[in-house]
């Protein structure tokens, strides 16, 4: 990896913070978790997601507009309707708003209306669109390759910052595997590796990566234990509904539960989650002492 000199730690403790708006960065002492839906689907859909994901210290909200699918017959995505309504719930809840882009021409949008720019597995080595991000004003969310190795996922972020954007993170999200128990294999590995070569910061997607729900939440702490500097993780308030990726949609109600349970492996590798008093305040204790969710939906 001798060619991605910028990409690489330059000496122990070399580490970029990036900003995604004044109060939101990724790579300091907070930990940043970025939720929301696969896709927008609909404004209803996505003010619930951004009521609830606001209580619980869910930094920045998530949602594709324009979508990489398997089938040219499956939802493609919102497209610019889809940005307006992410631009328009960053304006009420102050979250910044994360997107995918496929395409160069999506870039001019995608950087009018979103904080962040997130280029997904599929395009990890399309390097016309990474120069292109690398000209873009927004920070990157680079996202590992279905089949890319470490040194092929740190040369894909050398691009972006070589055409000048200093601000990338790298996103773990899975490989493929002979498996198909999971829909990838989380690479913890790689993280701590990456944590290790690079000064970018580094986040883990559990959500891609499990394929199914039930295994996201402790796929979550154990990237947050594997030293990740943040998580991306979808969710939906009806999840068997998601028009993308239902199968490993959390509900609104198990984010705020994890939260909860990521404050202690927080803690334990000297990080933390922020502002947990509203975690806490989106939770409260029956009268036999056991901690109950208050529905999401219901608790603003
Ligand atoms: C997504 O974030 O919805 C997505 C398509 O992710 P990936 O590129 O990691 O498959
Ligand atoms: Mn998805």
């Known amino acids: ?21 004044e109060q939101v960065a990724i790579g300091g002492d907070l930990l940043v978790v970025i939720g929301g839906p696969c896709s927008v689907e609909g404004v209803d859909q996505m003010e619930q997601v951004a009521r609830s994901l606001s209580a619980i210290a869910v930094t920045a909200l998530r949602g594709g507009v324009y979508k990489p699918r398997t089938s040219p017959y499956s939802f493609q995505g919102m497209g610019i309707d889809g940005l307006r309504i992410l631009a328009s719930l960053r304006e009420q809840y102050g979250m910044p708003v994360v997107t995918e882009v496929m395409a160069i021409a999506q870039i001019e ?13 599929r395009n990890m080595q399309n390097f016309e669109l990474l120069k292109a991000v690398g000209q873009a004003d927004k920070p990157v969310l680079l996202k590992r390759g279905l089949a890319a190795t470490v040194e092929e996922f740190v040369m894909a972020a050398e691009y972006i910052l070589a055409h000048g954007n200093p601000n990338v993170v790298l996103c773990e999200r899975g490989i493929r595997s002979f498996d198909t128990f999971t829909r990838n294999v989380l690479d913890l590995g790689a993280v701590i590796g990456l944590k290790q070569l690079t000064h970018l910061p580094v986040i883990v997607d559990p959500s891609h990566a499990a394929g199914k729900r039930e295994l996201v939440p402790n796929l979550a702490k154990a990237a947050i234990a594997a030293g990740a500097d943040g998580l991306i993780i979808e969710c939906h308030p009806v999840p068997e509904q998601s028009v993308s990726d239902a199968r490993q949609a959390l509900s609104l109600e198990a984010m705020a539960e994890l939260m909860i349970s990521l404050e202690p492996i927080a803690a334990s590798v000297g ?9 806490s305040e989106a939770f409260h204790r029956t009268p036999g002492g056991d901690r109950t969710v208050i529905p999401m939906a219901m608790s603003v």
């Open 109 to 121: 949008p995608a950087c009018a209306y979103a904080d962040m720019l997130q280029i997904g597995s």
């Open 1 to 21: 990896m001798l060619e991605a000199k910028l990409a690489m730690k330059t000496q122990p403790g070399h580490q970029t913070v990036v900003h995604l708006s």
């Open 271 to 279: 990080r933390s989650l922020g502002d947990s008093g509203n975690v």
